[in-house]
């Protein structure tokens, strides 16, 4: 079994909708992100948690919200979602600081 | 502001040939440097991480070099494969107090032909 595992692995939603995409992890890691991948522009961090009670915007946290429901699950919300939404979205862990983060298999989600 | 570029955008190679993946940075400020390849539909997998204070790492066929003073890392790939087609990218852990993230280049798409 994976070690980072995501939910929906591609979702098709409308404008306006909201949608909960979600992640757990079976490496016992305490750090967890998320990122977002838009052709042209590489990877950016939304949000990251250091620990359960940990929550810390990324570069571009506006127009989401997370929640770190115990050490092995952290979830990325859309609230209203939007077409400029439309991205490849990738959870990953870490344990600790200075080593690897390790990456789930991405959800792609299509807003309408 | 810490910029990540990899040059060249795409790579084509036949097969067997030694090749490498270049990566640069602007600060020198990095707490390690990490490469990752992604192929599609299956998210990105860590290859290799080189410590700032480490000049290489190695791998199997993966060979990474780093150069903090003059900003660049590359990711030398020995004999390769039409399995080694993906897309390779750089990220370099930025050292910037509390506001810890990785910065990432946009990548070198591989495609090594049979």
């Known amino acids: 079994d994976a070690d980072v595992t995501q939910t929906p692995r591609n979702r098709i939603t409308k404008t306006g909708k909201r949608i909960m995409l979600e992640c757990s992890q079976t490496?016992?890691?305490?750090?967890m992100y998320w990122y977002r991948q838009d052709p042209g522009l590489g990877l950016q961090l939304i949000y990251y948690?250091?620990?359960?009670?940990?929550?810390n915007k990324g570069e571009i946290s506006d127009g989401y919200s997370v929640s770190r429901q115990a050490q092995a699950k952290f979830s990325l919300s859309l609230e209203s979602a939007i077409p400029n939404q439309t991205a490849l979205y990738f959870c990953?862990?870490?344990?600790?600081?200075?080593?690897?983060?390790?990456f789930g298999p991405g959800t792609r989600l299509t807003v309408l | 502001k810490q910029e990540v570029t990899q040059i060249p955008a795409a790579l084509s190679v036949p097969e067997g040939e030694n090749l490498v993946l270049n990566c640069s940075f602007t600060?020198?400020?990095?707490?390690?440097l990490q490469w990752f390849r992604q192929d599609p539909g299956k998210g990105l997998t860590s290859l290799l991480l080189?410590?700032?204070s480490q000049r290489e790492q190695t791998s199997g066929r993966l060979n990474a070099s780093l150069d903090k003073s003059s900003g660049r890392s590359t990711l030398y790939i020995a004999a390769s494969q039409p399995g080694d087609s993906a897309t390779y990218l750089c990220?370099?852990?930025?050292?910037?107090?509390?506001?810890?993230?990785?910065?990432w280049g946009l990548g070198t798409s591989l495609a090594v032909n049979p």
């Open positions: 990953a862990t870490q344990q600790g600081d200075y080593n690897e983060q390790f």
């Open positions: 490496k016992g890691h305490d750090r």
């Open positions: 948690s250091f620990d359960v009670k940990d929550i």
């Open positions: 600060d020198s400020a990095i707490y390690n």
């Open positions: 080189i410590q700032s």
């Open positions: 990220a370099v852990d930025q050292n910037a107090g509390n506001n810890r993230k990785l910065i």
